[in-house]
């Protein structure tokens, strides 16, 4: 349970309707209602109940409002002596299990956890926080002074999210489930500690190539899969299957610095006297730059193949060639991505099995890559972010998000 949803609980018990909440806790209305919903069901279960358009508490929520104002006045406190802007009730509970039992194997014991995955949180909680929590001693691990500081706070919340103990919902009692197979086309950095620490799913990855038009016999024995649809080569989903993109990305041209004239934008027909890199010949990538140019009227001249890597960074370098590219995807050197006037883009998209356990941890994959790529759009681009998401009918996934979600 976040303190979002408890902010959510007691807005409601104030009166306020969705765009009221939506404009109090910085996120956009159709962020809320999605919250909302998942508190929302039976009476004896559930914390609110809609009637219309509106929410009102029911007769759990009201018993537990209490609890709820303590916990979220705890962890505003925790975030003002942090100098954060938000806390994770996650975070919170990792620090507070660790500090009582002295050790972090028995914390993961008691978590529930791999000692090494513990491990890795903790730095990671502390990277975030920006402070040293622990000191480690000959038995185990003693709270660091800016620690005592937080641990009043820390353990107020603790004791009061208990008391807000509840059936998970169906989609936080399946994110649980453990061994899954995540078949990938690309090793995003840090998604599989996410999955291990954050939704505390243990998923096996397998980097997969994908040779032809439908799914390759790795990403249908698995039960995720993540790969990205490339203009004029999108995978057909299999029957039995669902799929979600998790972003899209208008495609751009990688070029040396130089070369495009201080441009934004650069048409296909453009390049046509261009000498281009692809991937290995019968690749996906290949196939694509081969079929989008010849919609356009020309024959690509492929003058180089190459996997990713600095071979292919230096023949764009030195002005051997372009190559198509997303809007984050520009490796440093020498090096620049002009964005193509046709409105071209790849999807990452999420496949899995439809109906199956799966289904969970696929839709949190989709929201947690779909943050990193605003993350990444903030950080790099922020000028096609704010374009995106004053247009939410043509980029709705990044209308609904905030830039700075965790």
């Not at 999605?34 to 509106?54: I, N």
């Not at 620090?95 to 972090?104: E, H, N, R």
């Not at 014991?109 to 090494?116: A, C, H, N, T, V």
């Amino acid at each position: 349970m976040e303190t979002v949803d408890l902010r959510l609980l007691l807005g409601v018990a104030d009166g306020d309707d969705c765009p009221a909440l939506a404009a109090s806790l910085g996120l956009s209305e159709s962020a809320v209602r999605k919250r909302l919903r998942r508190l929302t069901g039976p009476e004896e279960t559930a914390w609110l109940r809609q009637e219309g358009r509106s929410h009102h508490l029911t007769e759990r929520g009201r018993a537990v409002l209490g609890p709820a104002s303590q916990a979220v006045a705890a962890s505003q406190e925790i975030a003002r002596l942090l100098g954060v802007e938000s806390l994770s009730t996650r975070h919170a509970r990792v620090v507070t299990t660790i500090a009582a039992t002295g050790s972090i194997g028995s914390a993961a014991g008691q978590l529930r956890i791999p000692q090494p995955s513990l491990s890795a949180q903790l730095t990671r909680i502390e990277r975030r926080w920006q402070v040293t929590l622990f000191e480690r001693t000959r038995s185990g691990v003693e709270p660091a002074p800016r620690l005592v500081e937080l641990l009043p706070h820390l353990r107020l919340l603790e004791r009061t999210l208990s008391c807000l103990a509840a059936p998970a919902t169906a989609e936080e009692a399946s994110v649980t489930s453990g061994n899954l197979q995540l078949a990938s086309e690309f090793g995003f950095h840090g998604l599989i500690d996410a999955l291990r620490d954050d939704a505390q799913v243990d998923v096996r990855q397998h980097i997969i190539d994908i040779p032809g038009p439908g799914w390759a016999p790795t990403m249908l024995a698995a039960d995720i899969c993540l790969y990205a649809d490339l203009p004029f080569v999108s995978l057909a989903v299999p029957p039995g299957r669902d799929r979600a993109v998790a972003f899209e990305d208008p495609a751009h041209v990688l070029m040396p610095l130089g070369a495009d004239g201080g441009r934004t934008t650069v048409g296909l027909r453009e390049l046509a006297d261009y000498d281009w890199i692809t991937g290995p010949p019968g690749s996906r990538n290949h196939q694509s730059v081969l079929l989008l140019c010849r919609s356009m009227g020309f024959d690509p001249r492929i003058r180089f193949t190459a996997l990713n890597g600095p071979s292919g960074r230096r023949i764009i370098e030195d002005g051997g060639a372009v190559a198509l590219t997303g809007a984050t995807l520009v490796p440093s050197g020498a090096l620049r991505a002009v964005r193509l006037a046709e409105d071209v883009r790849v999807r990452m998209t999420v496949g899995w099995r439809r109906g199956s356990t799966a289904t969970a941890t696929a839709q949190w994959i989709v929201r947690w890559l779909r943050d990193g790529q605003i993350r990444r759009l903030a950080e790099l681009r922020p000028d096609l972010l704010a374009e995106m998401r004053a247009d939410p009918v043509s980029w709705p996934a990044f209308a609904e998000a905030r830039a700075g979600c965790q």
